[in-house]
């Protein structure tokens, strides 16, 4: 399986998020699944790709050629494709998946995951979306989309659209054994 991770770049964050990160990429690997990810070469996205390649798999590092500044790309991928767009970019990610793995990050992270979180409510896919959760750093985002289905801002159903877990083995079990049936689409969303 082709899995798409998002997540941090900077190397600033507590270690304890890279280690844990670095030992989610060896899982993958040893698991038989292949990283599909921006190509950055440090902070959680060079912690993944580190545990992956040292489990020897697959790595498709997916950039827009303007990030193509020494030592800014994780060297040993697999494959690379250079984009002209972040767009461009987040298209491939997306086409290439057949999972998301969203770990802790900022504001680019959270745009990736928003979008395709929305993309599976609206039943533009029906890929399986997981939550690394490491430390409980997405205890608020989790409170946020409960809080807003129980506000009528989107369903109790669109909850169980991603999975939150901070247990590497836990996270791969659920994306195996996930099974989507486009017919519940409409349940997902209040506009019918």
Do not use: W
Not at 162 to 190: A, R, V, W
């Amino acid at each position: 399986m082709n899995i798409c991770l998002y997540g941090a770049s900077s190397n600033e964050i507590d270690k304890s998020y890279i280690s844990a990160t670095e030992k989610l990429g060896t899982v993958m690997a040893k698991r038989g699944h292949s990283l599909v990810f921006g190509g950055g070469g440090s902070g959680l996205m060079g912690a993944a790709a580190r545990g992956v390649y040292s489990a020897g798999g697959k790595i498709t590092g997916v950039a827009p050629s303007f990030f193509n500044v020494d030592g800014r790309l994780f060297e040993h991928c697999t494959e690379f494709v250079y984009t002209k767009t972040m767009r461009e970019r987040k298209e491939i990610m997306e086409t290439r998946a057949d999972a998301f793995i969203m770990t802790p990050g900022g504001p680019g992270t959270f745009d990736e995951f928003f979008e395709i979180f929305t993309l599976r409510q609206l039943g533009r896919h029906t890929k399986p979306i997981a939550v690394f959760n490491v430390g409980g750093y997405y205890n608020g985002l989790k409170a946020m989309l409960e809080n807003a289905a129980v506000q009528k801002f989107m369903t109790e159903q669109a909850l169980k659209l991603c999975f939150f877990t901070e247990d590497p083995e836990e996270l791969f079990d659920y994306i195996e054994n996930h099974k989507s049936d486009p017919s519940d689409i409409g349940s997902f969303k209040y506009i019918r």
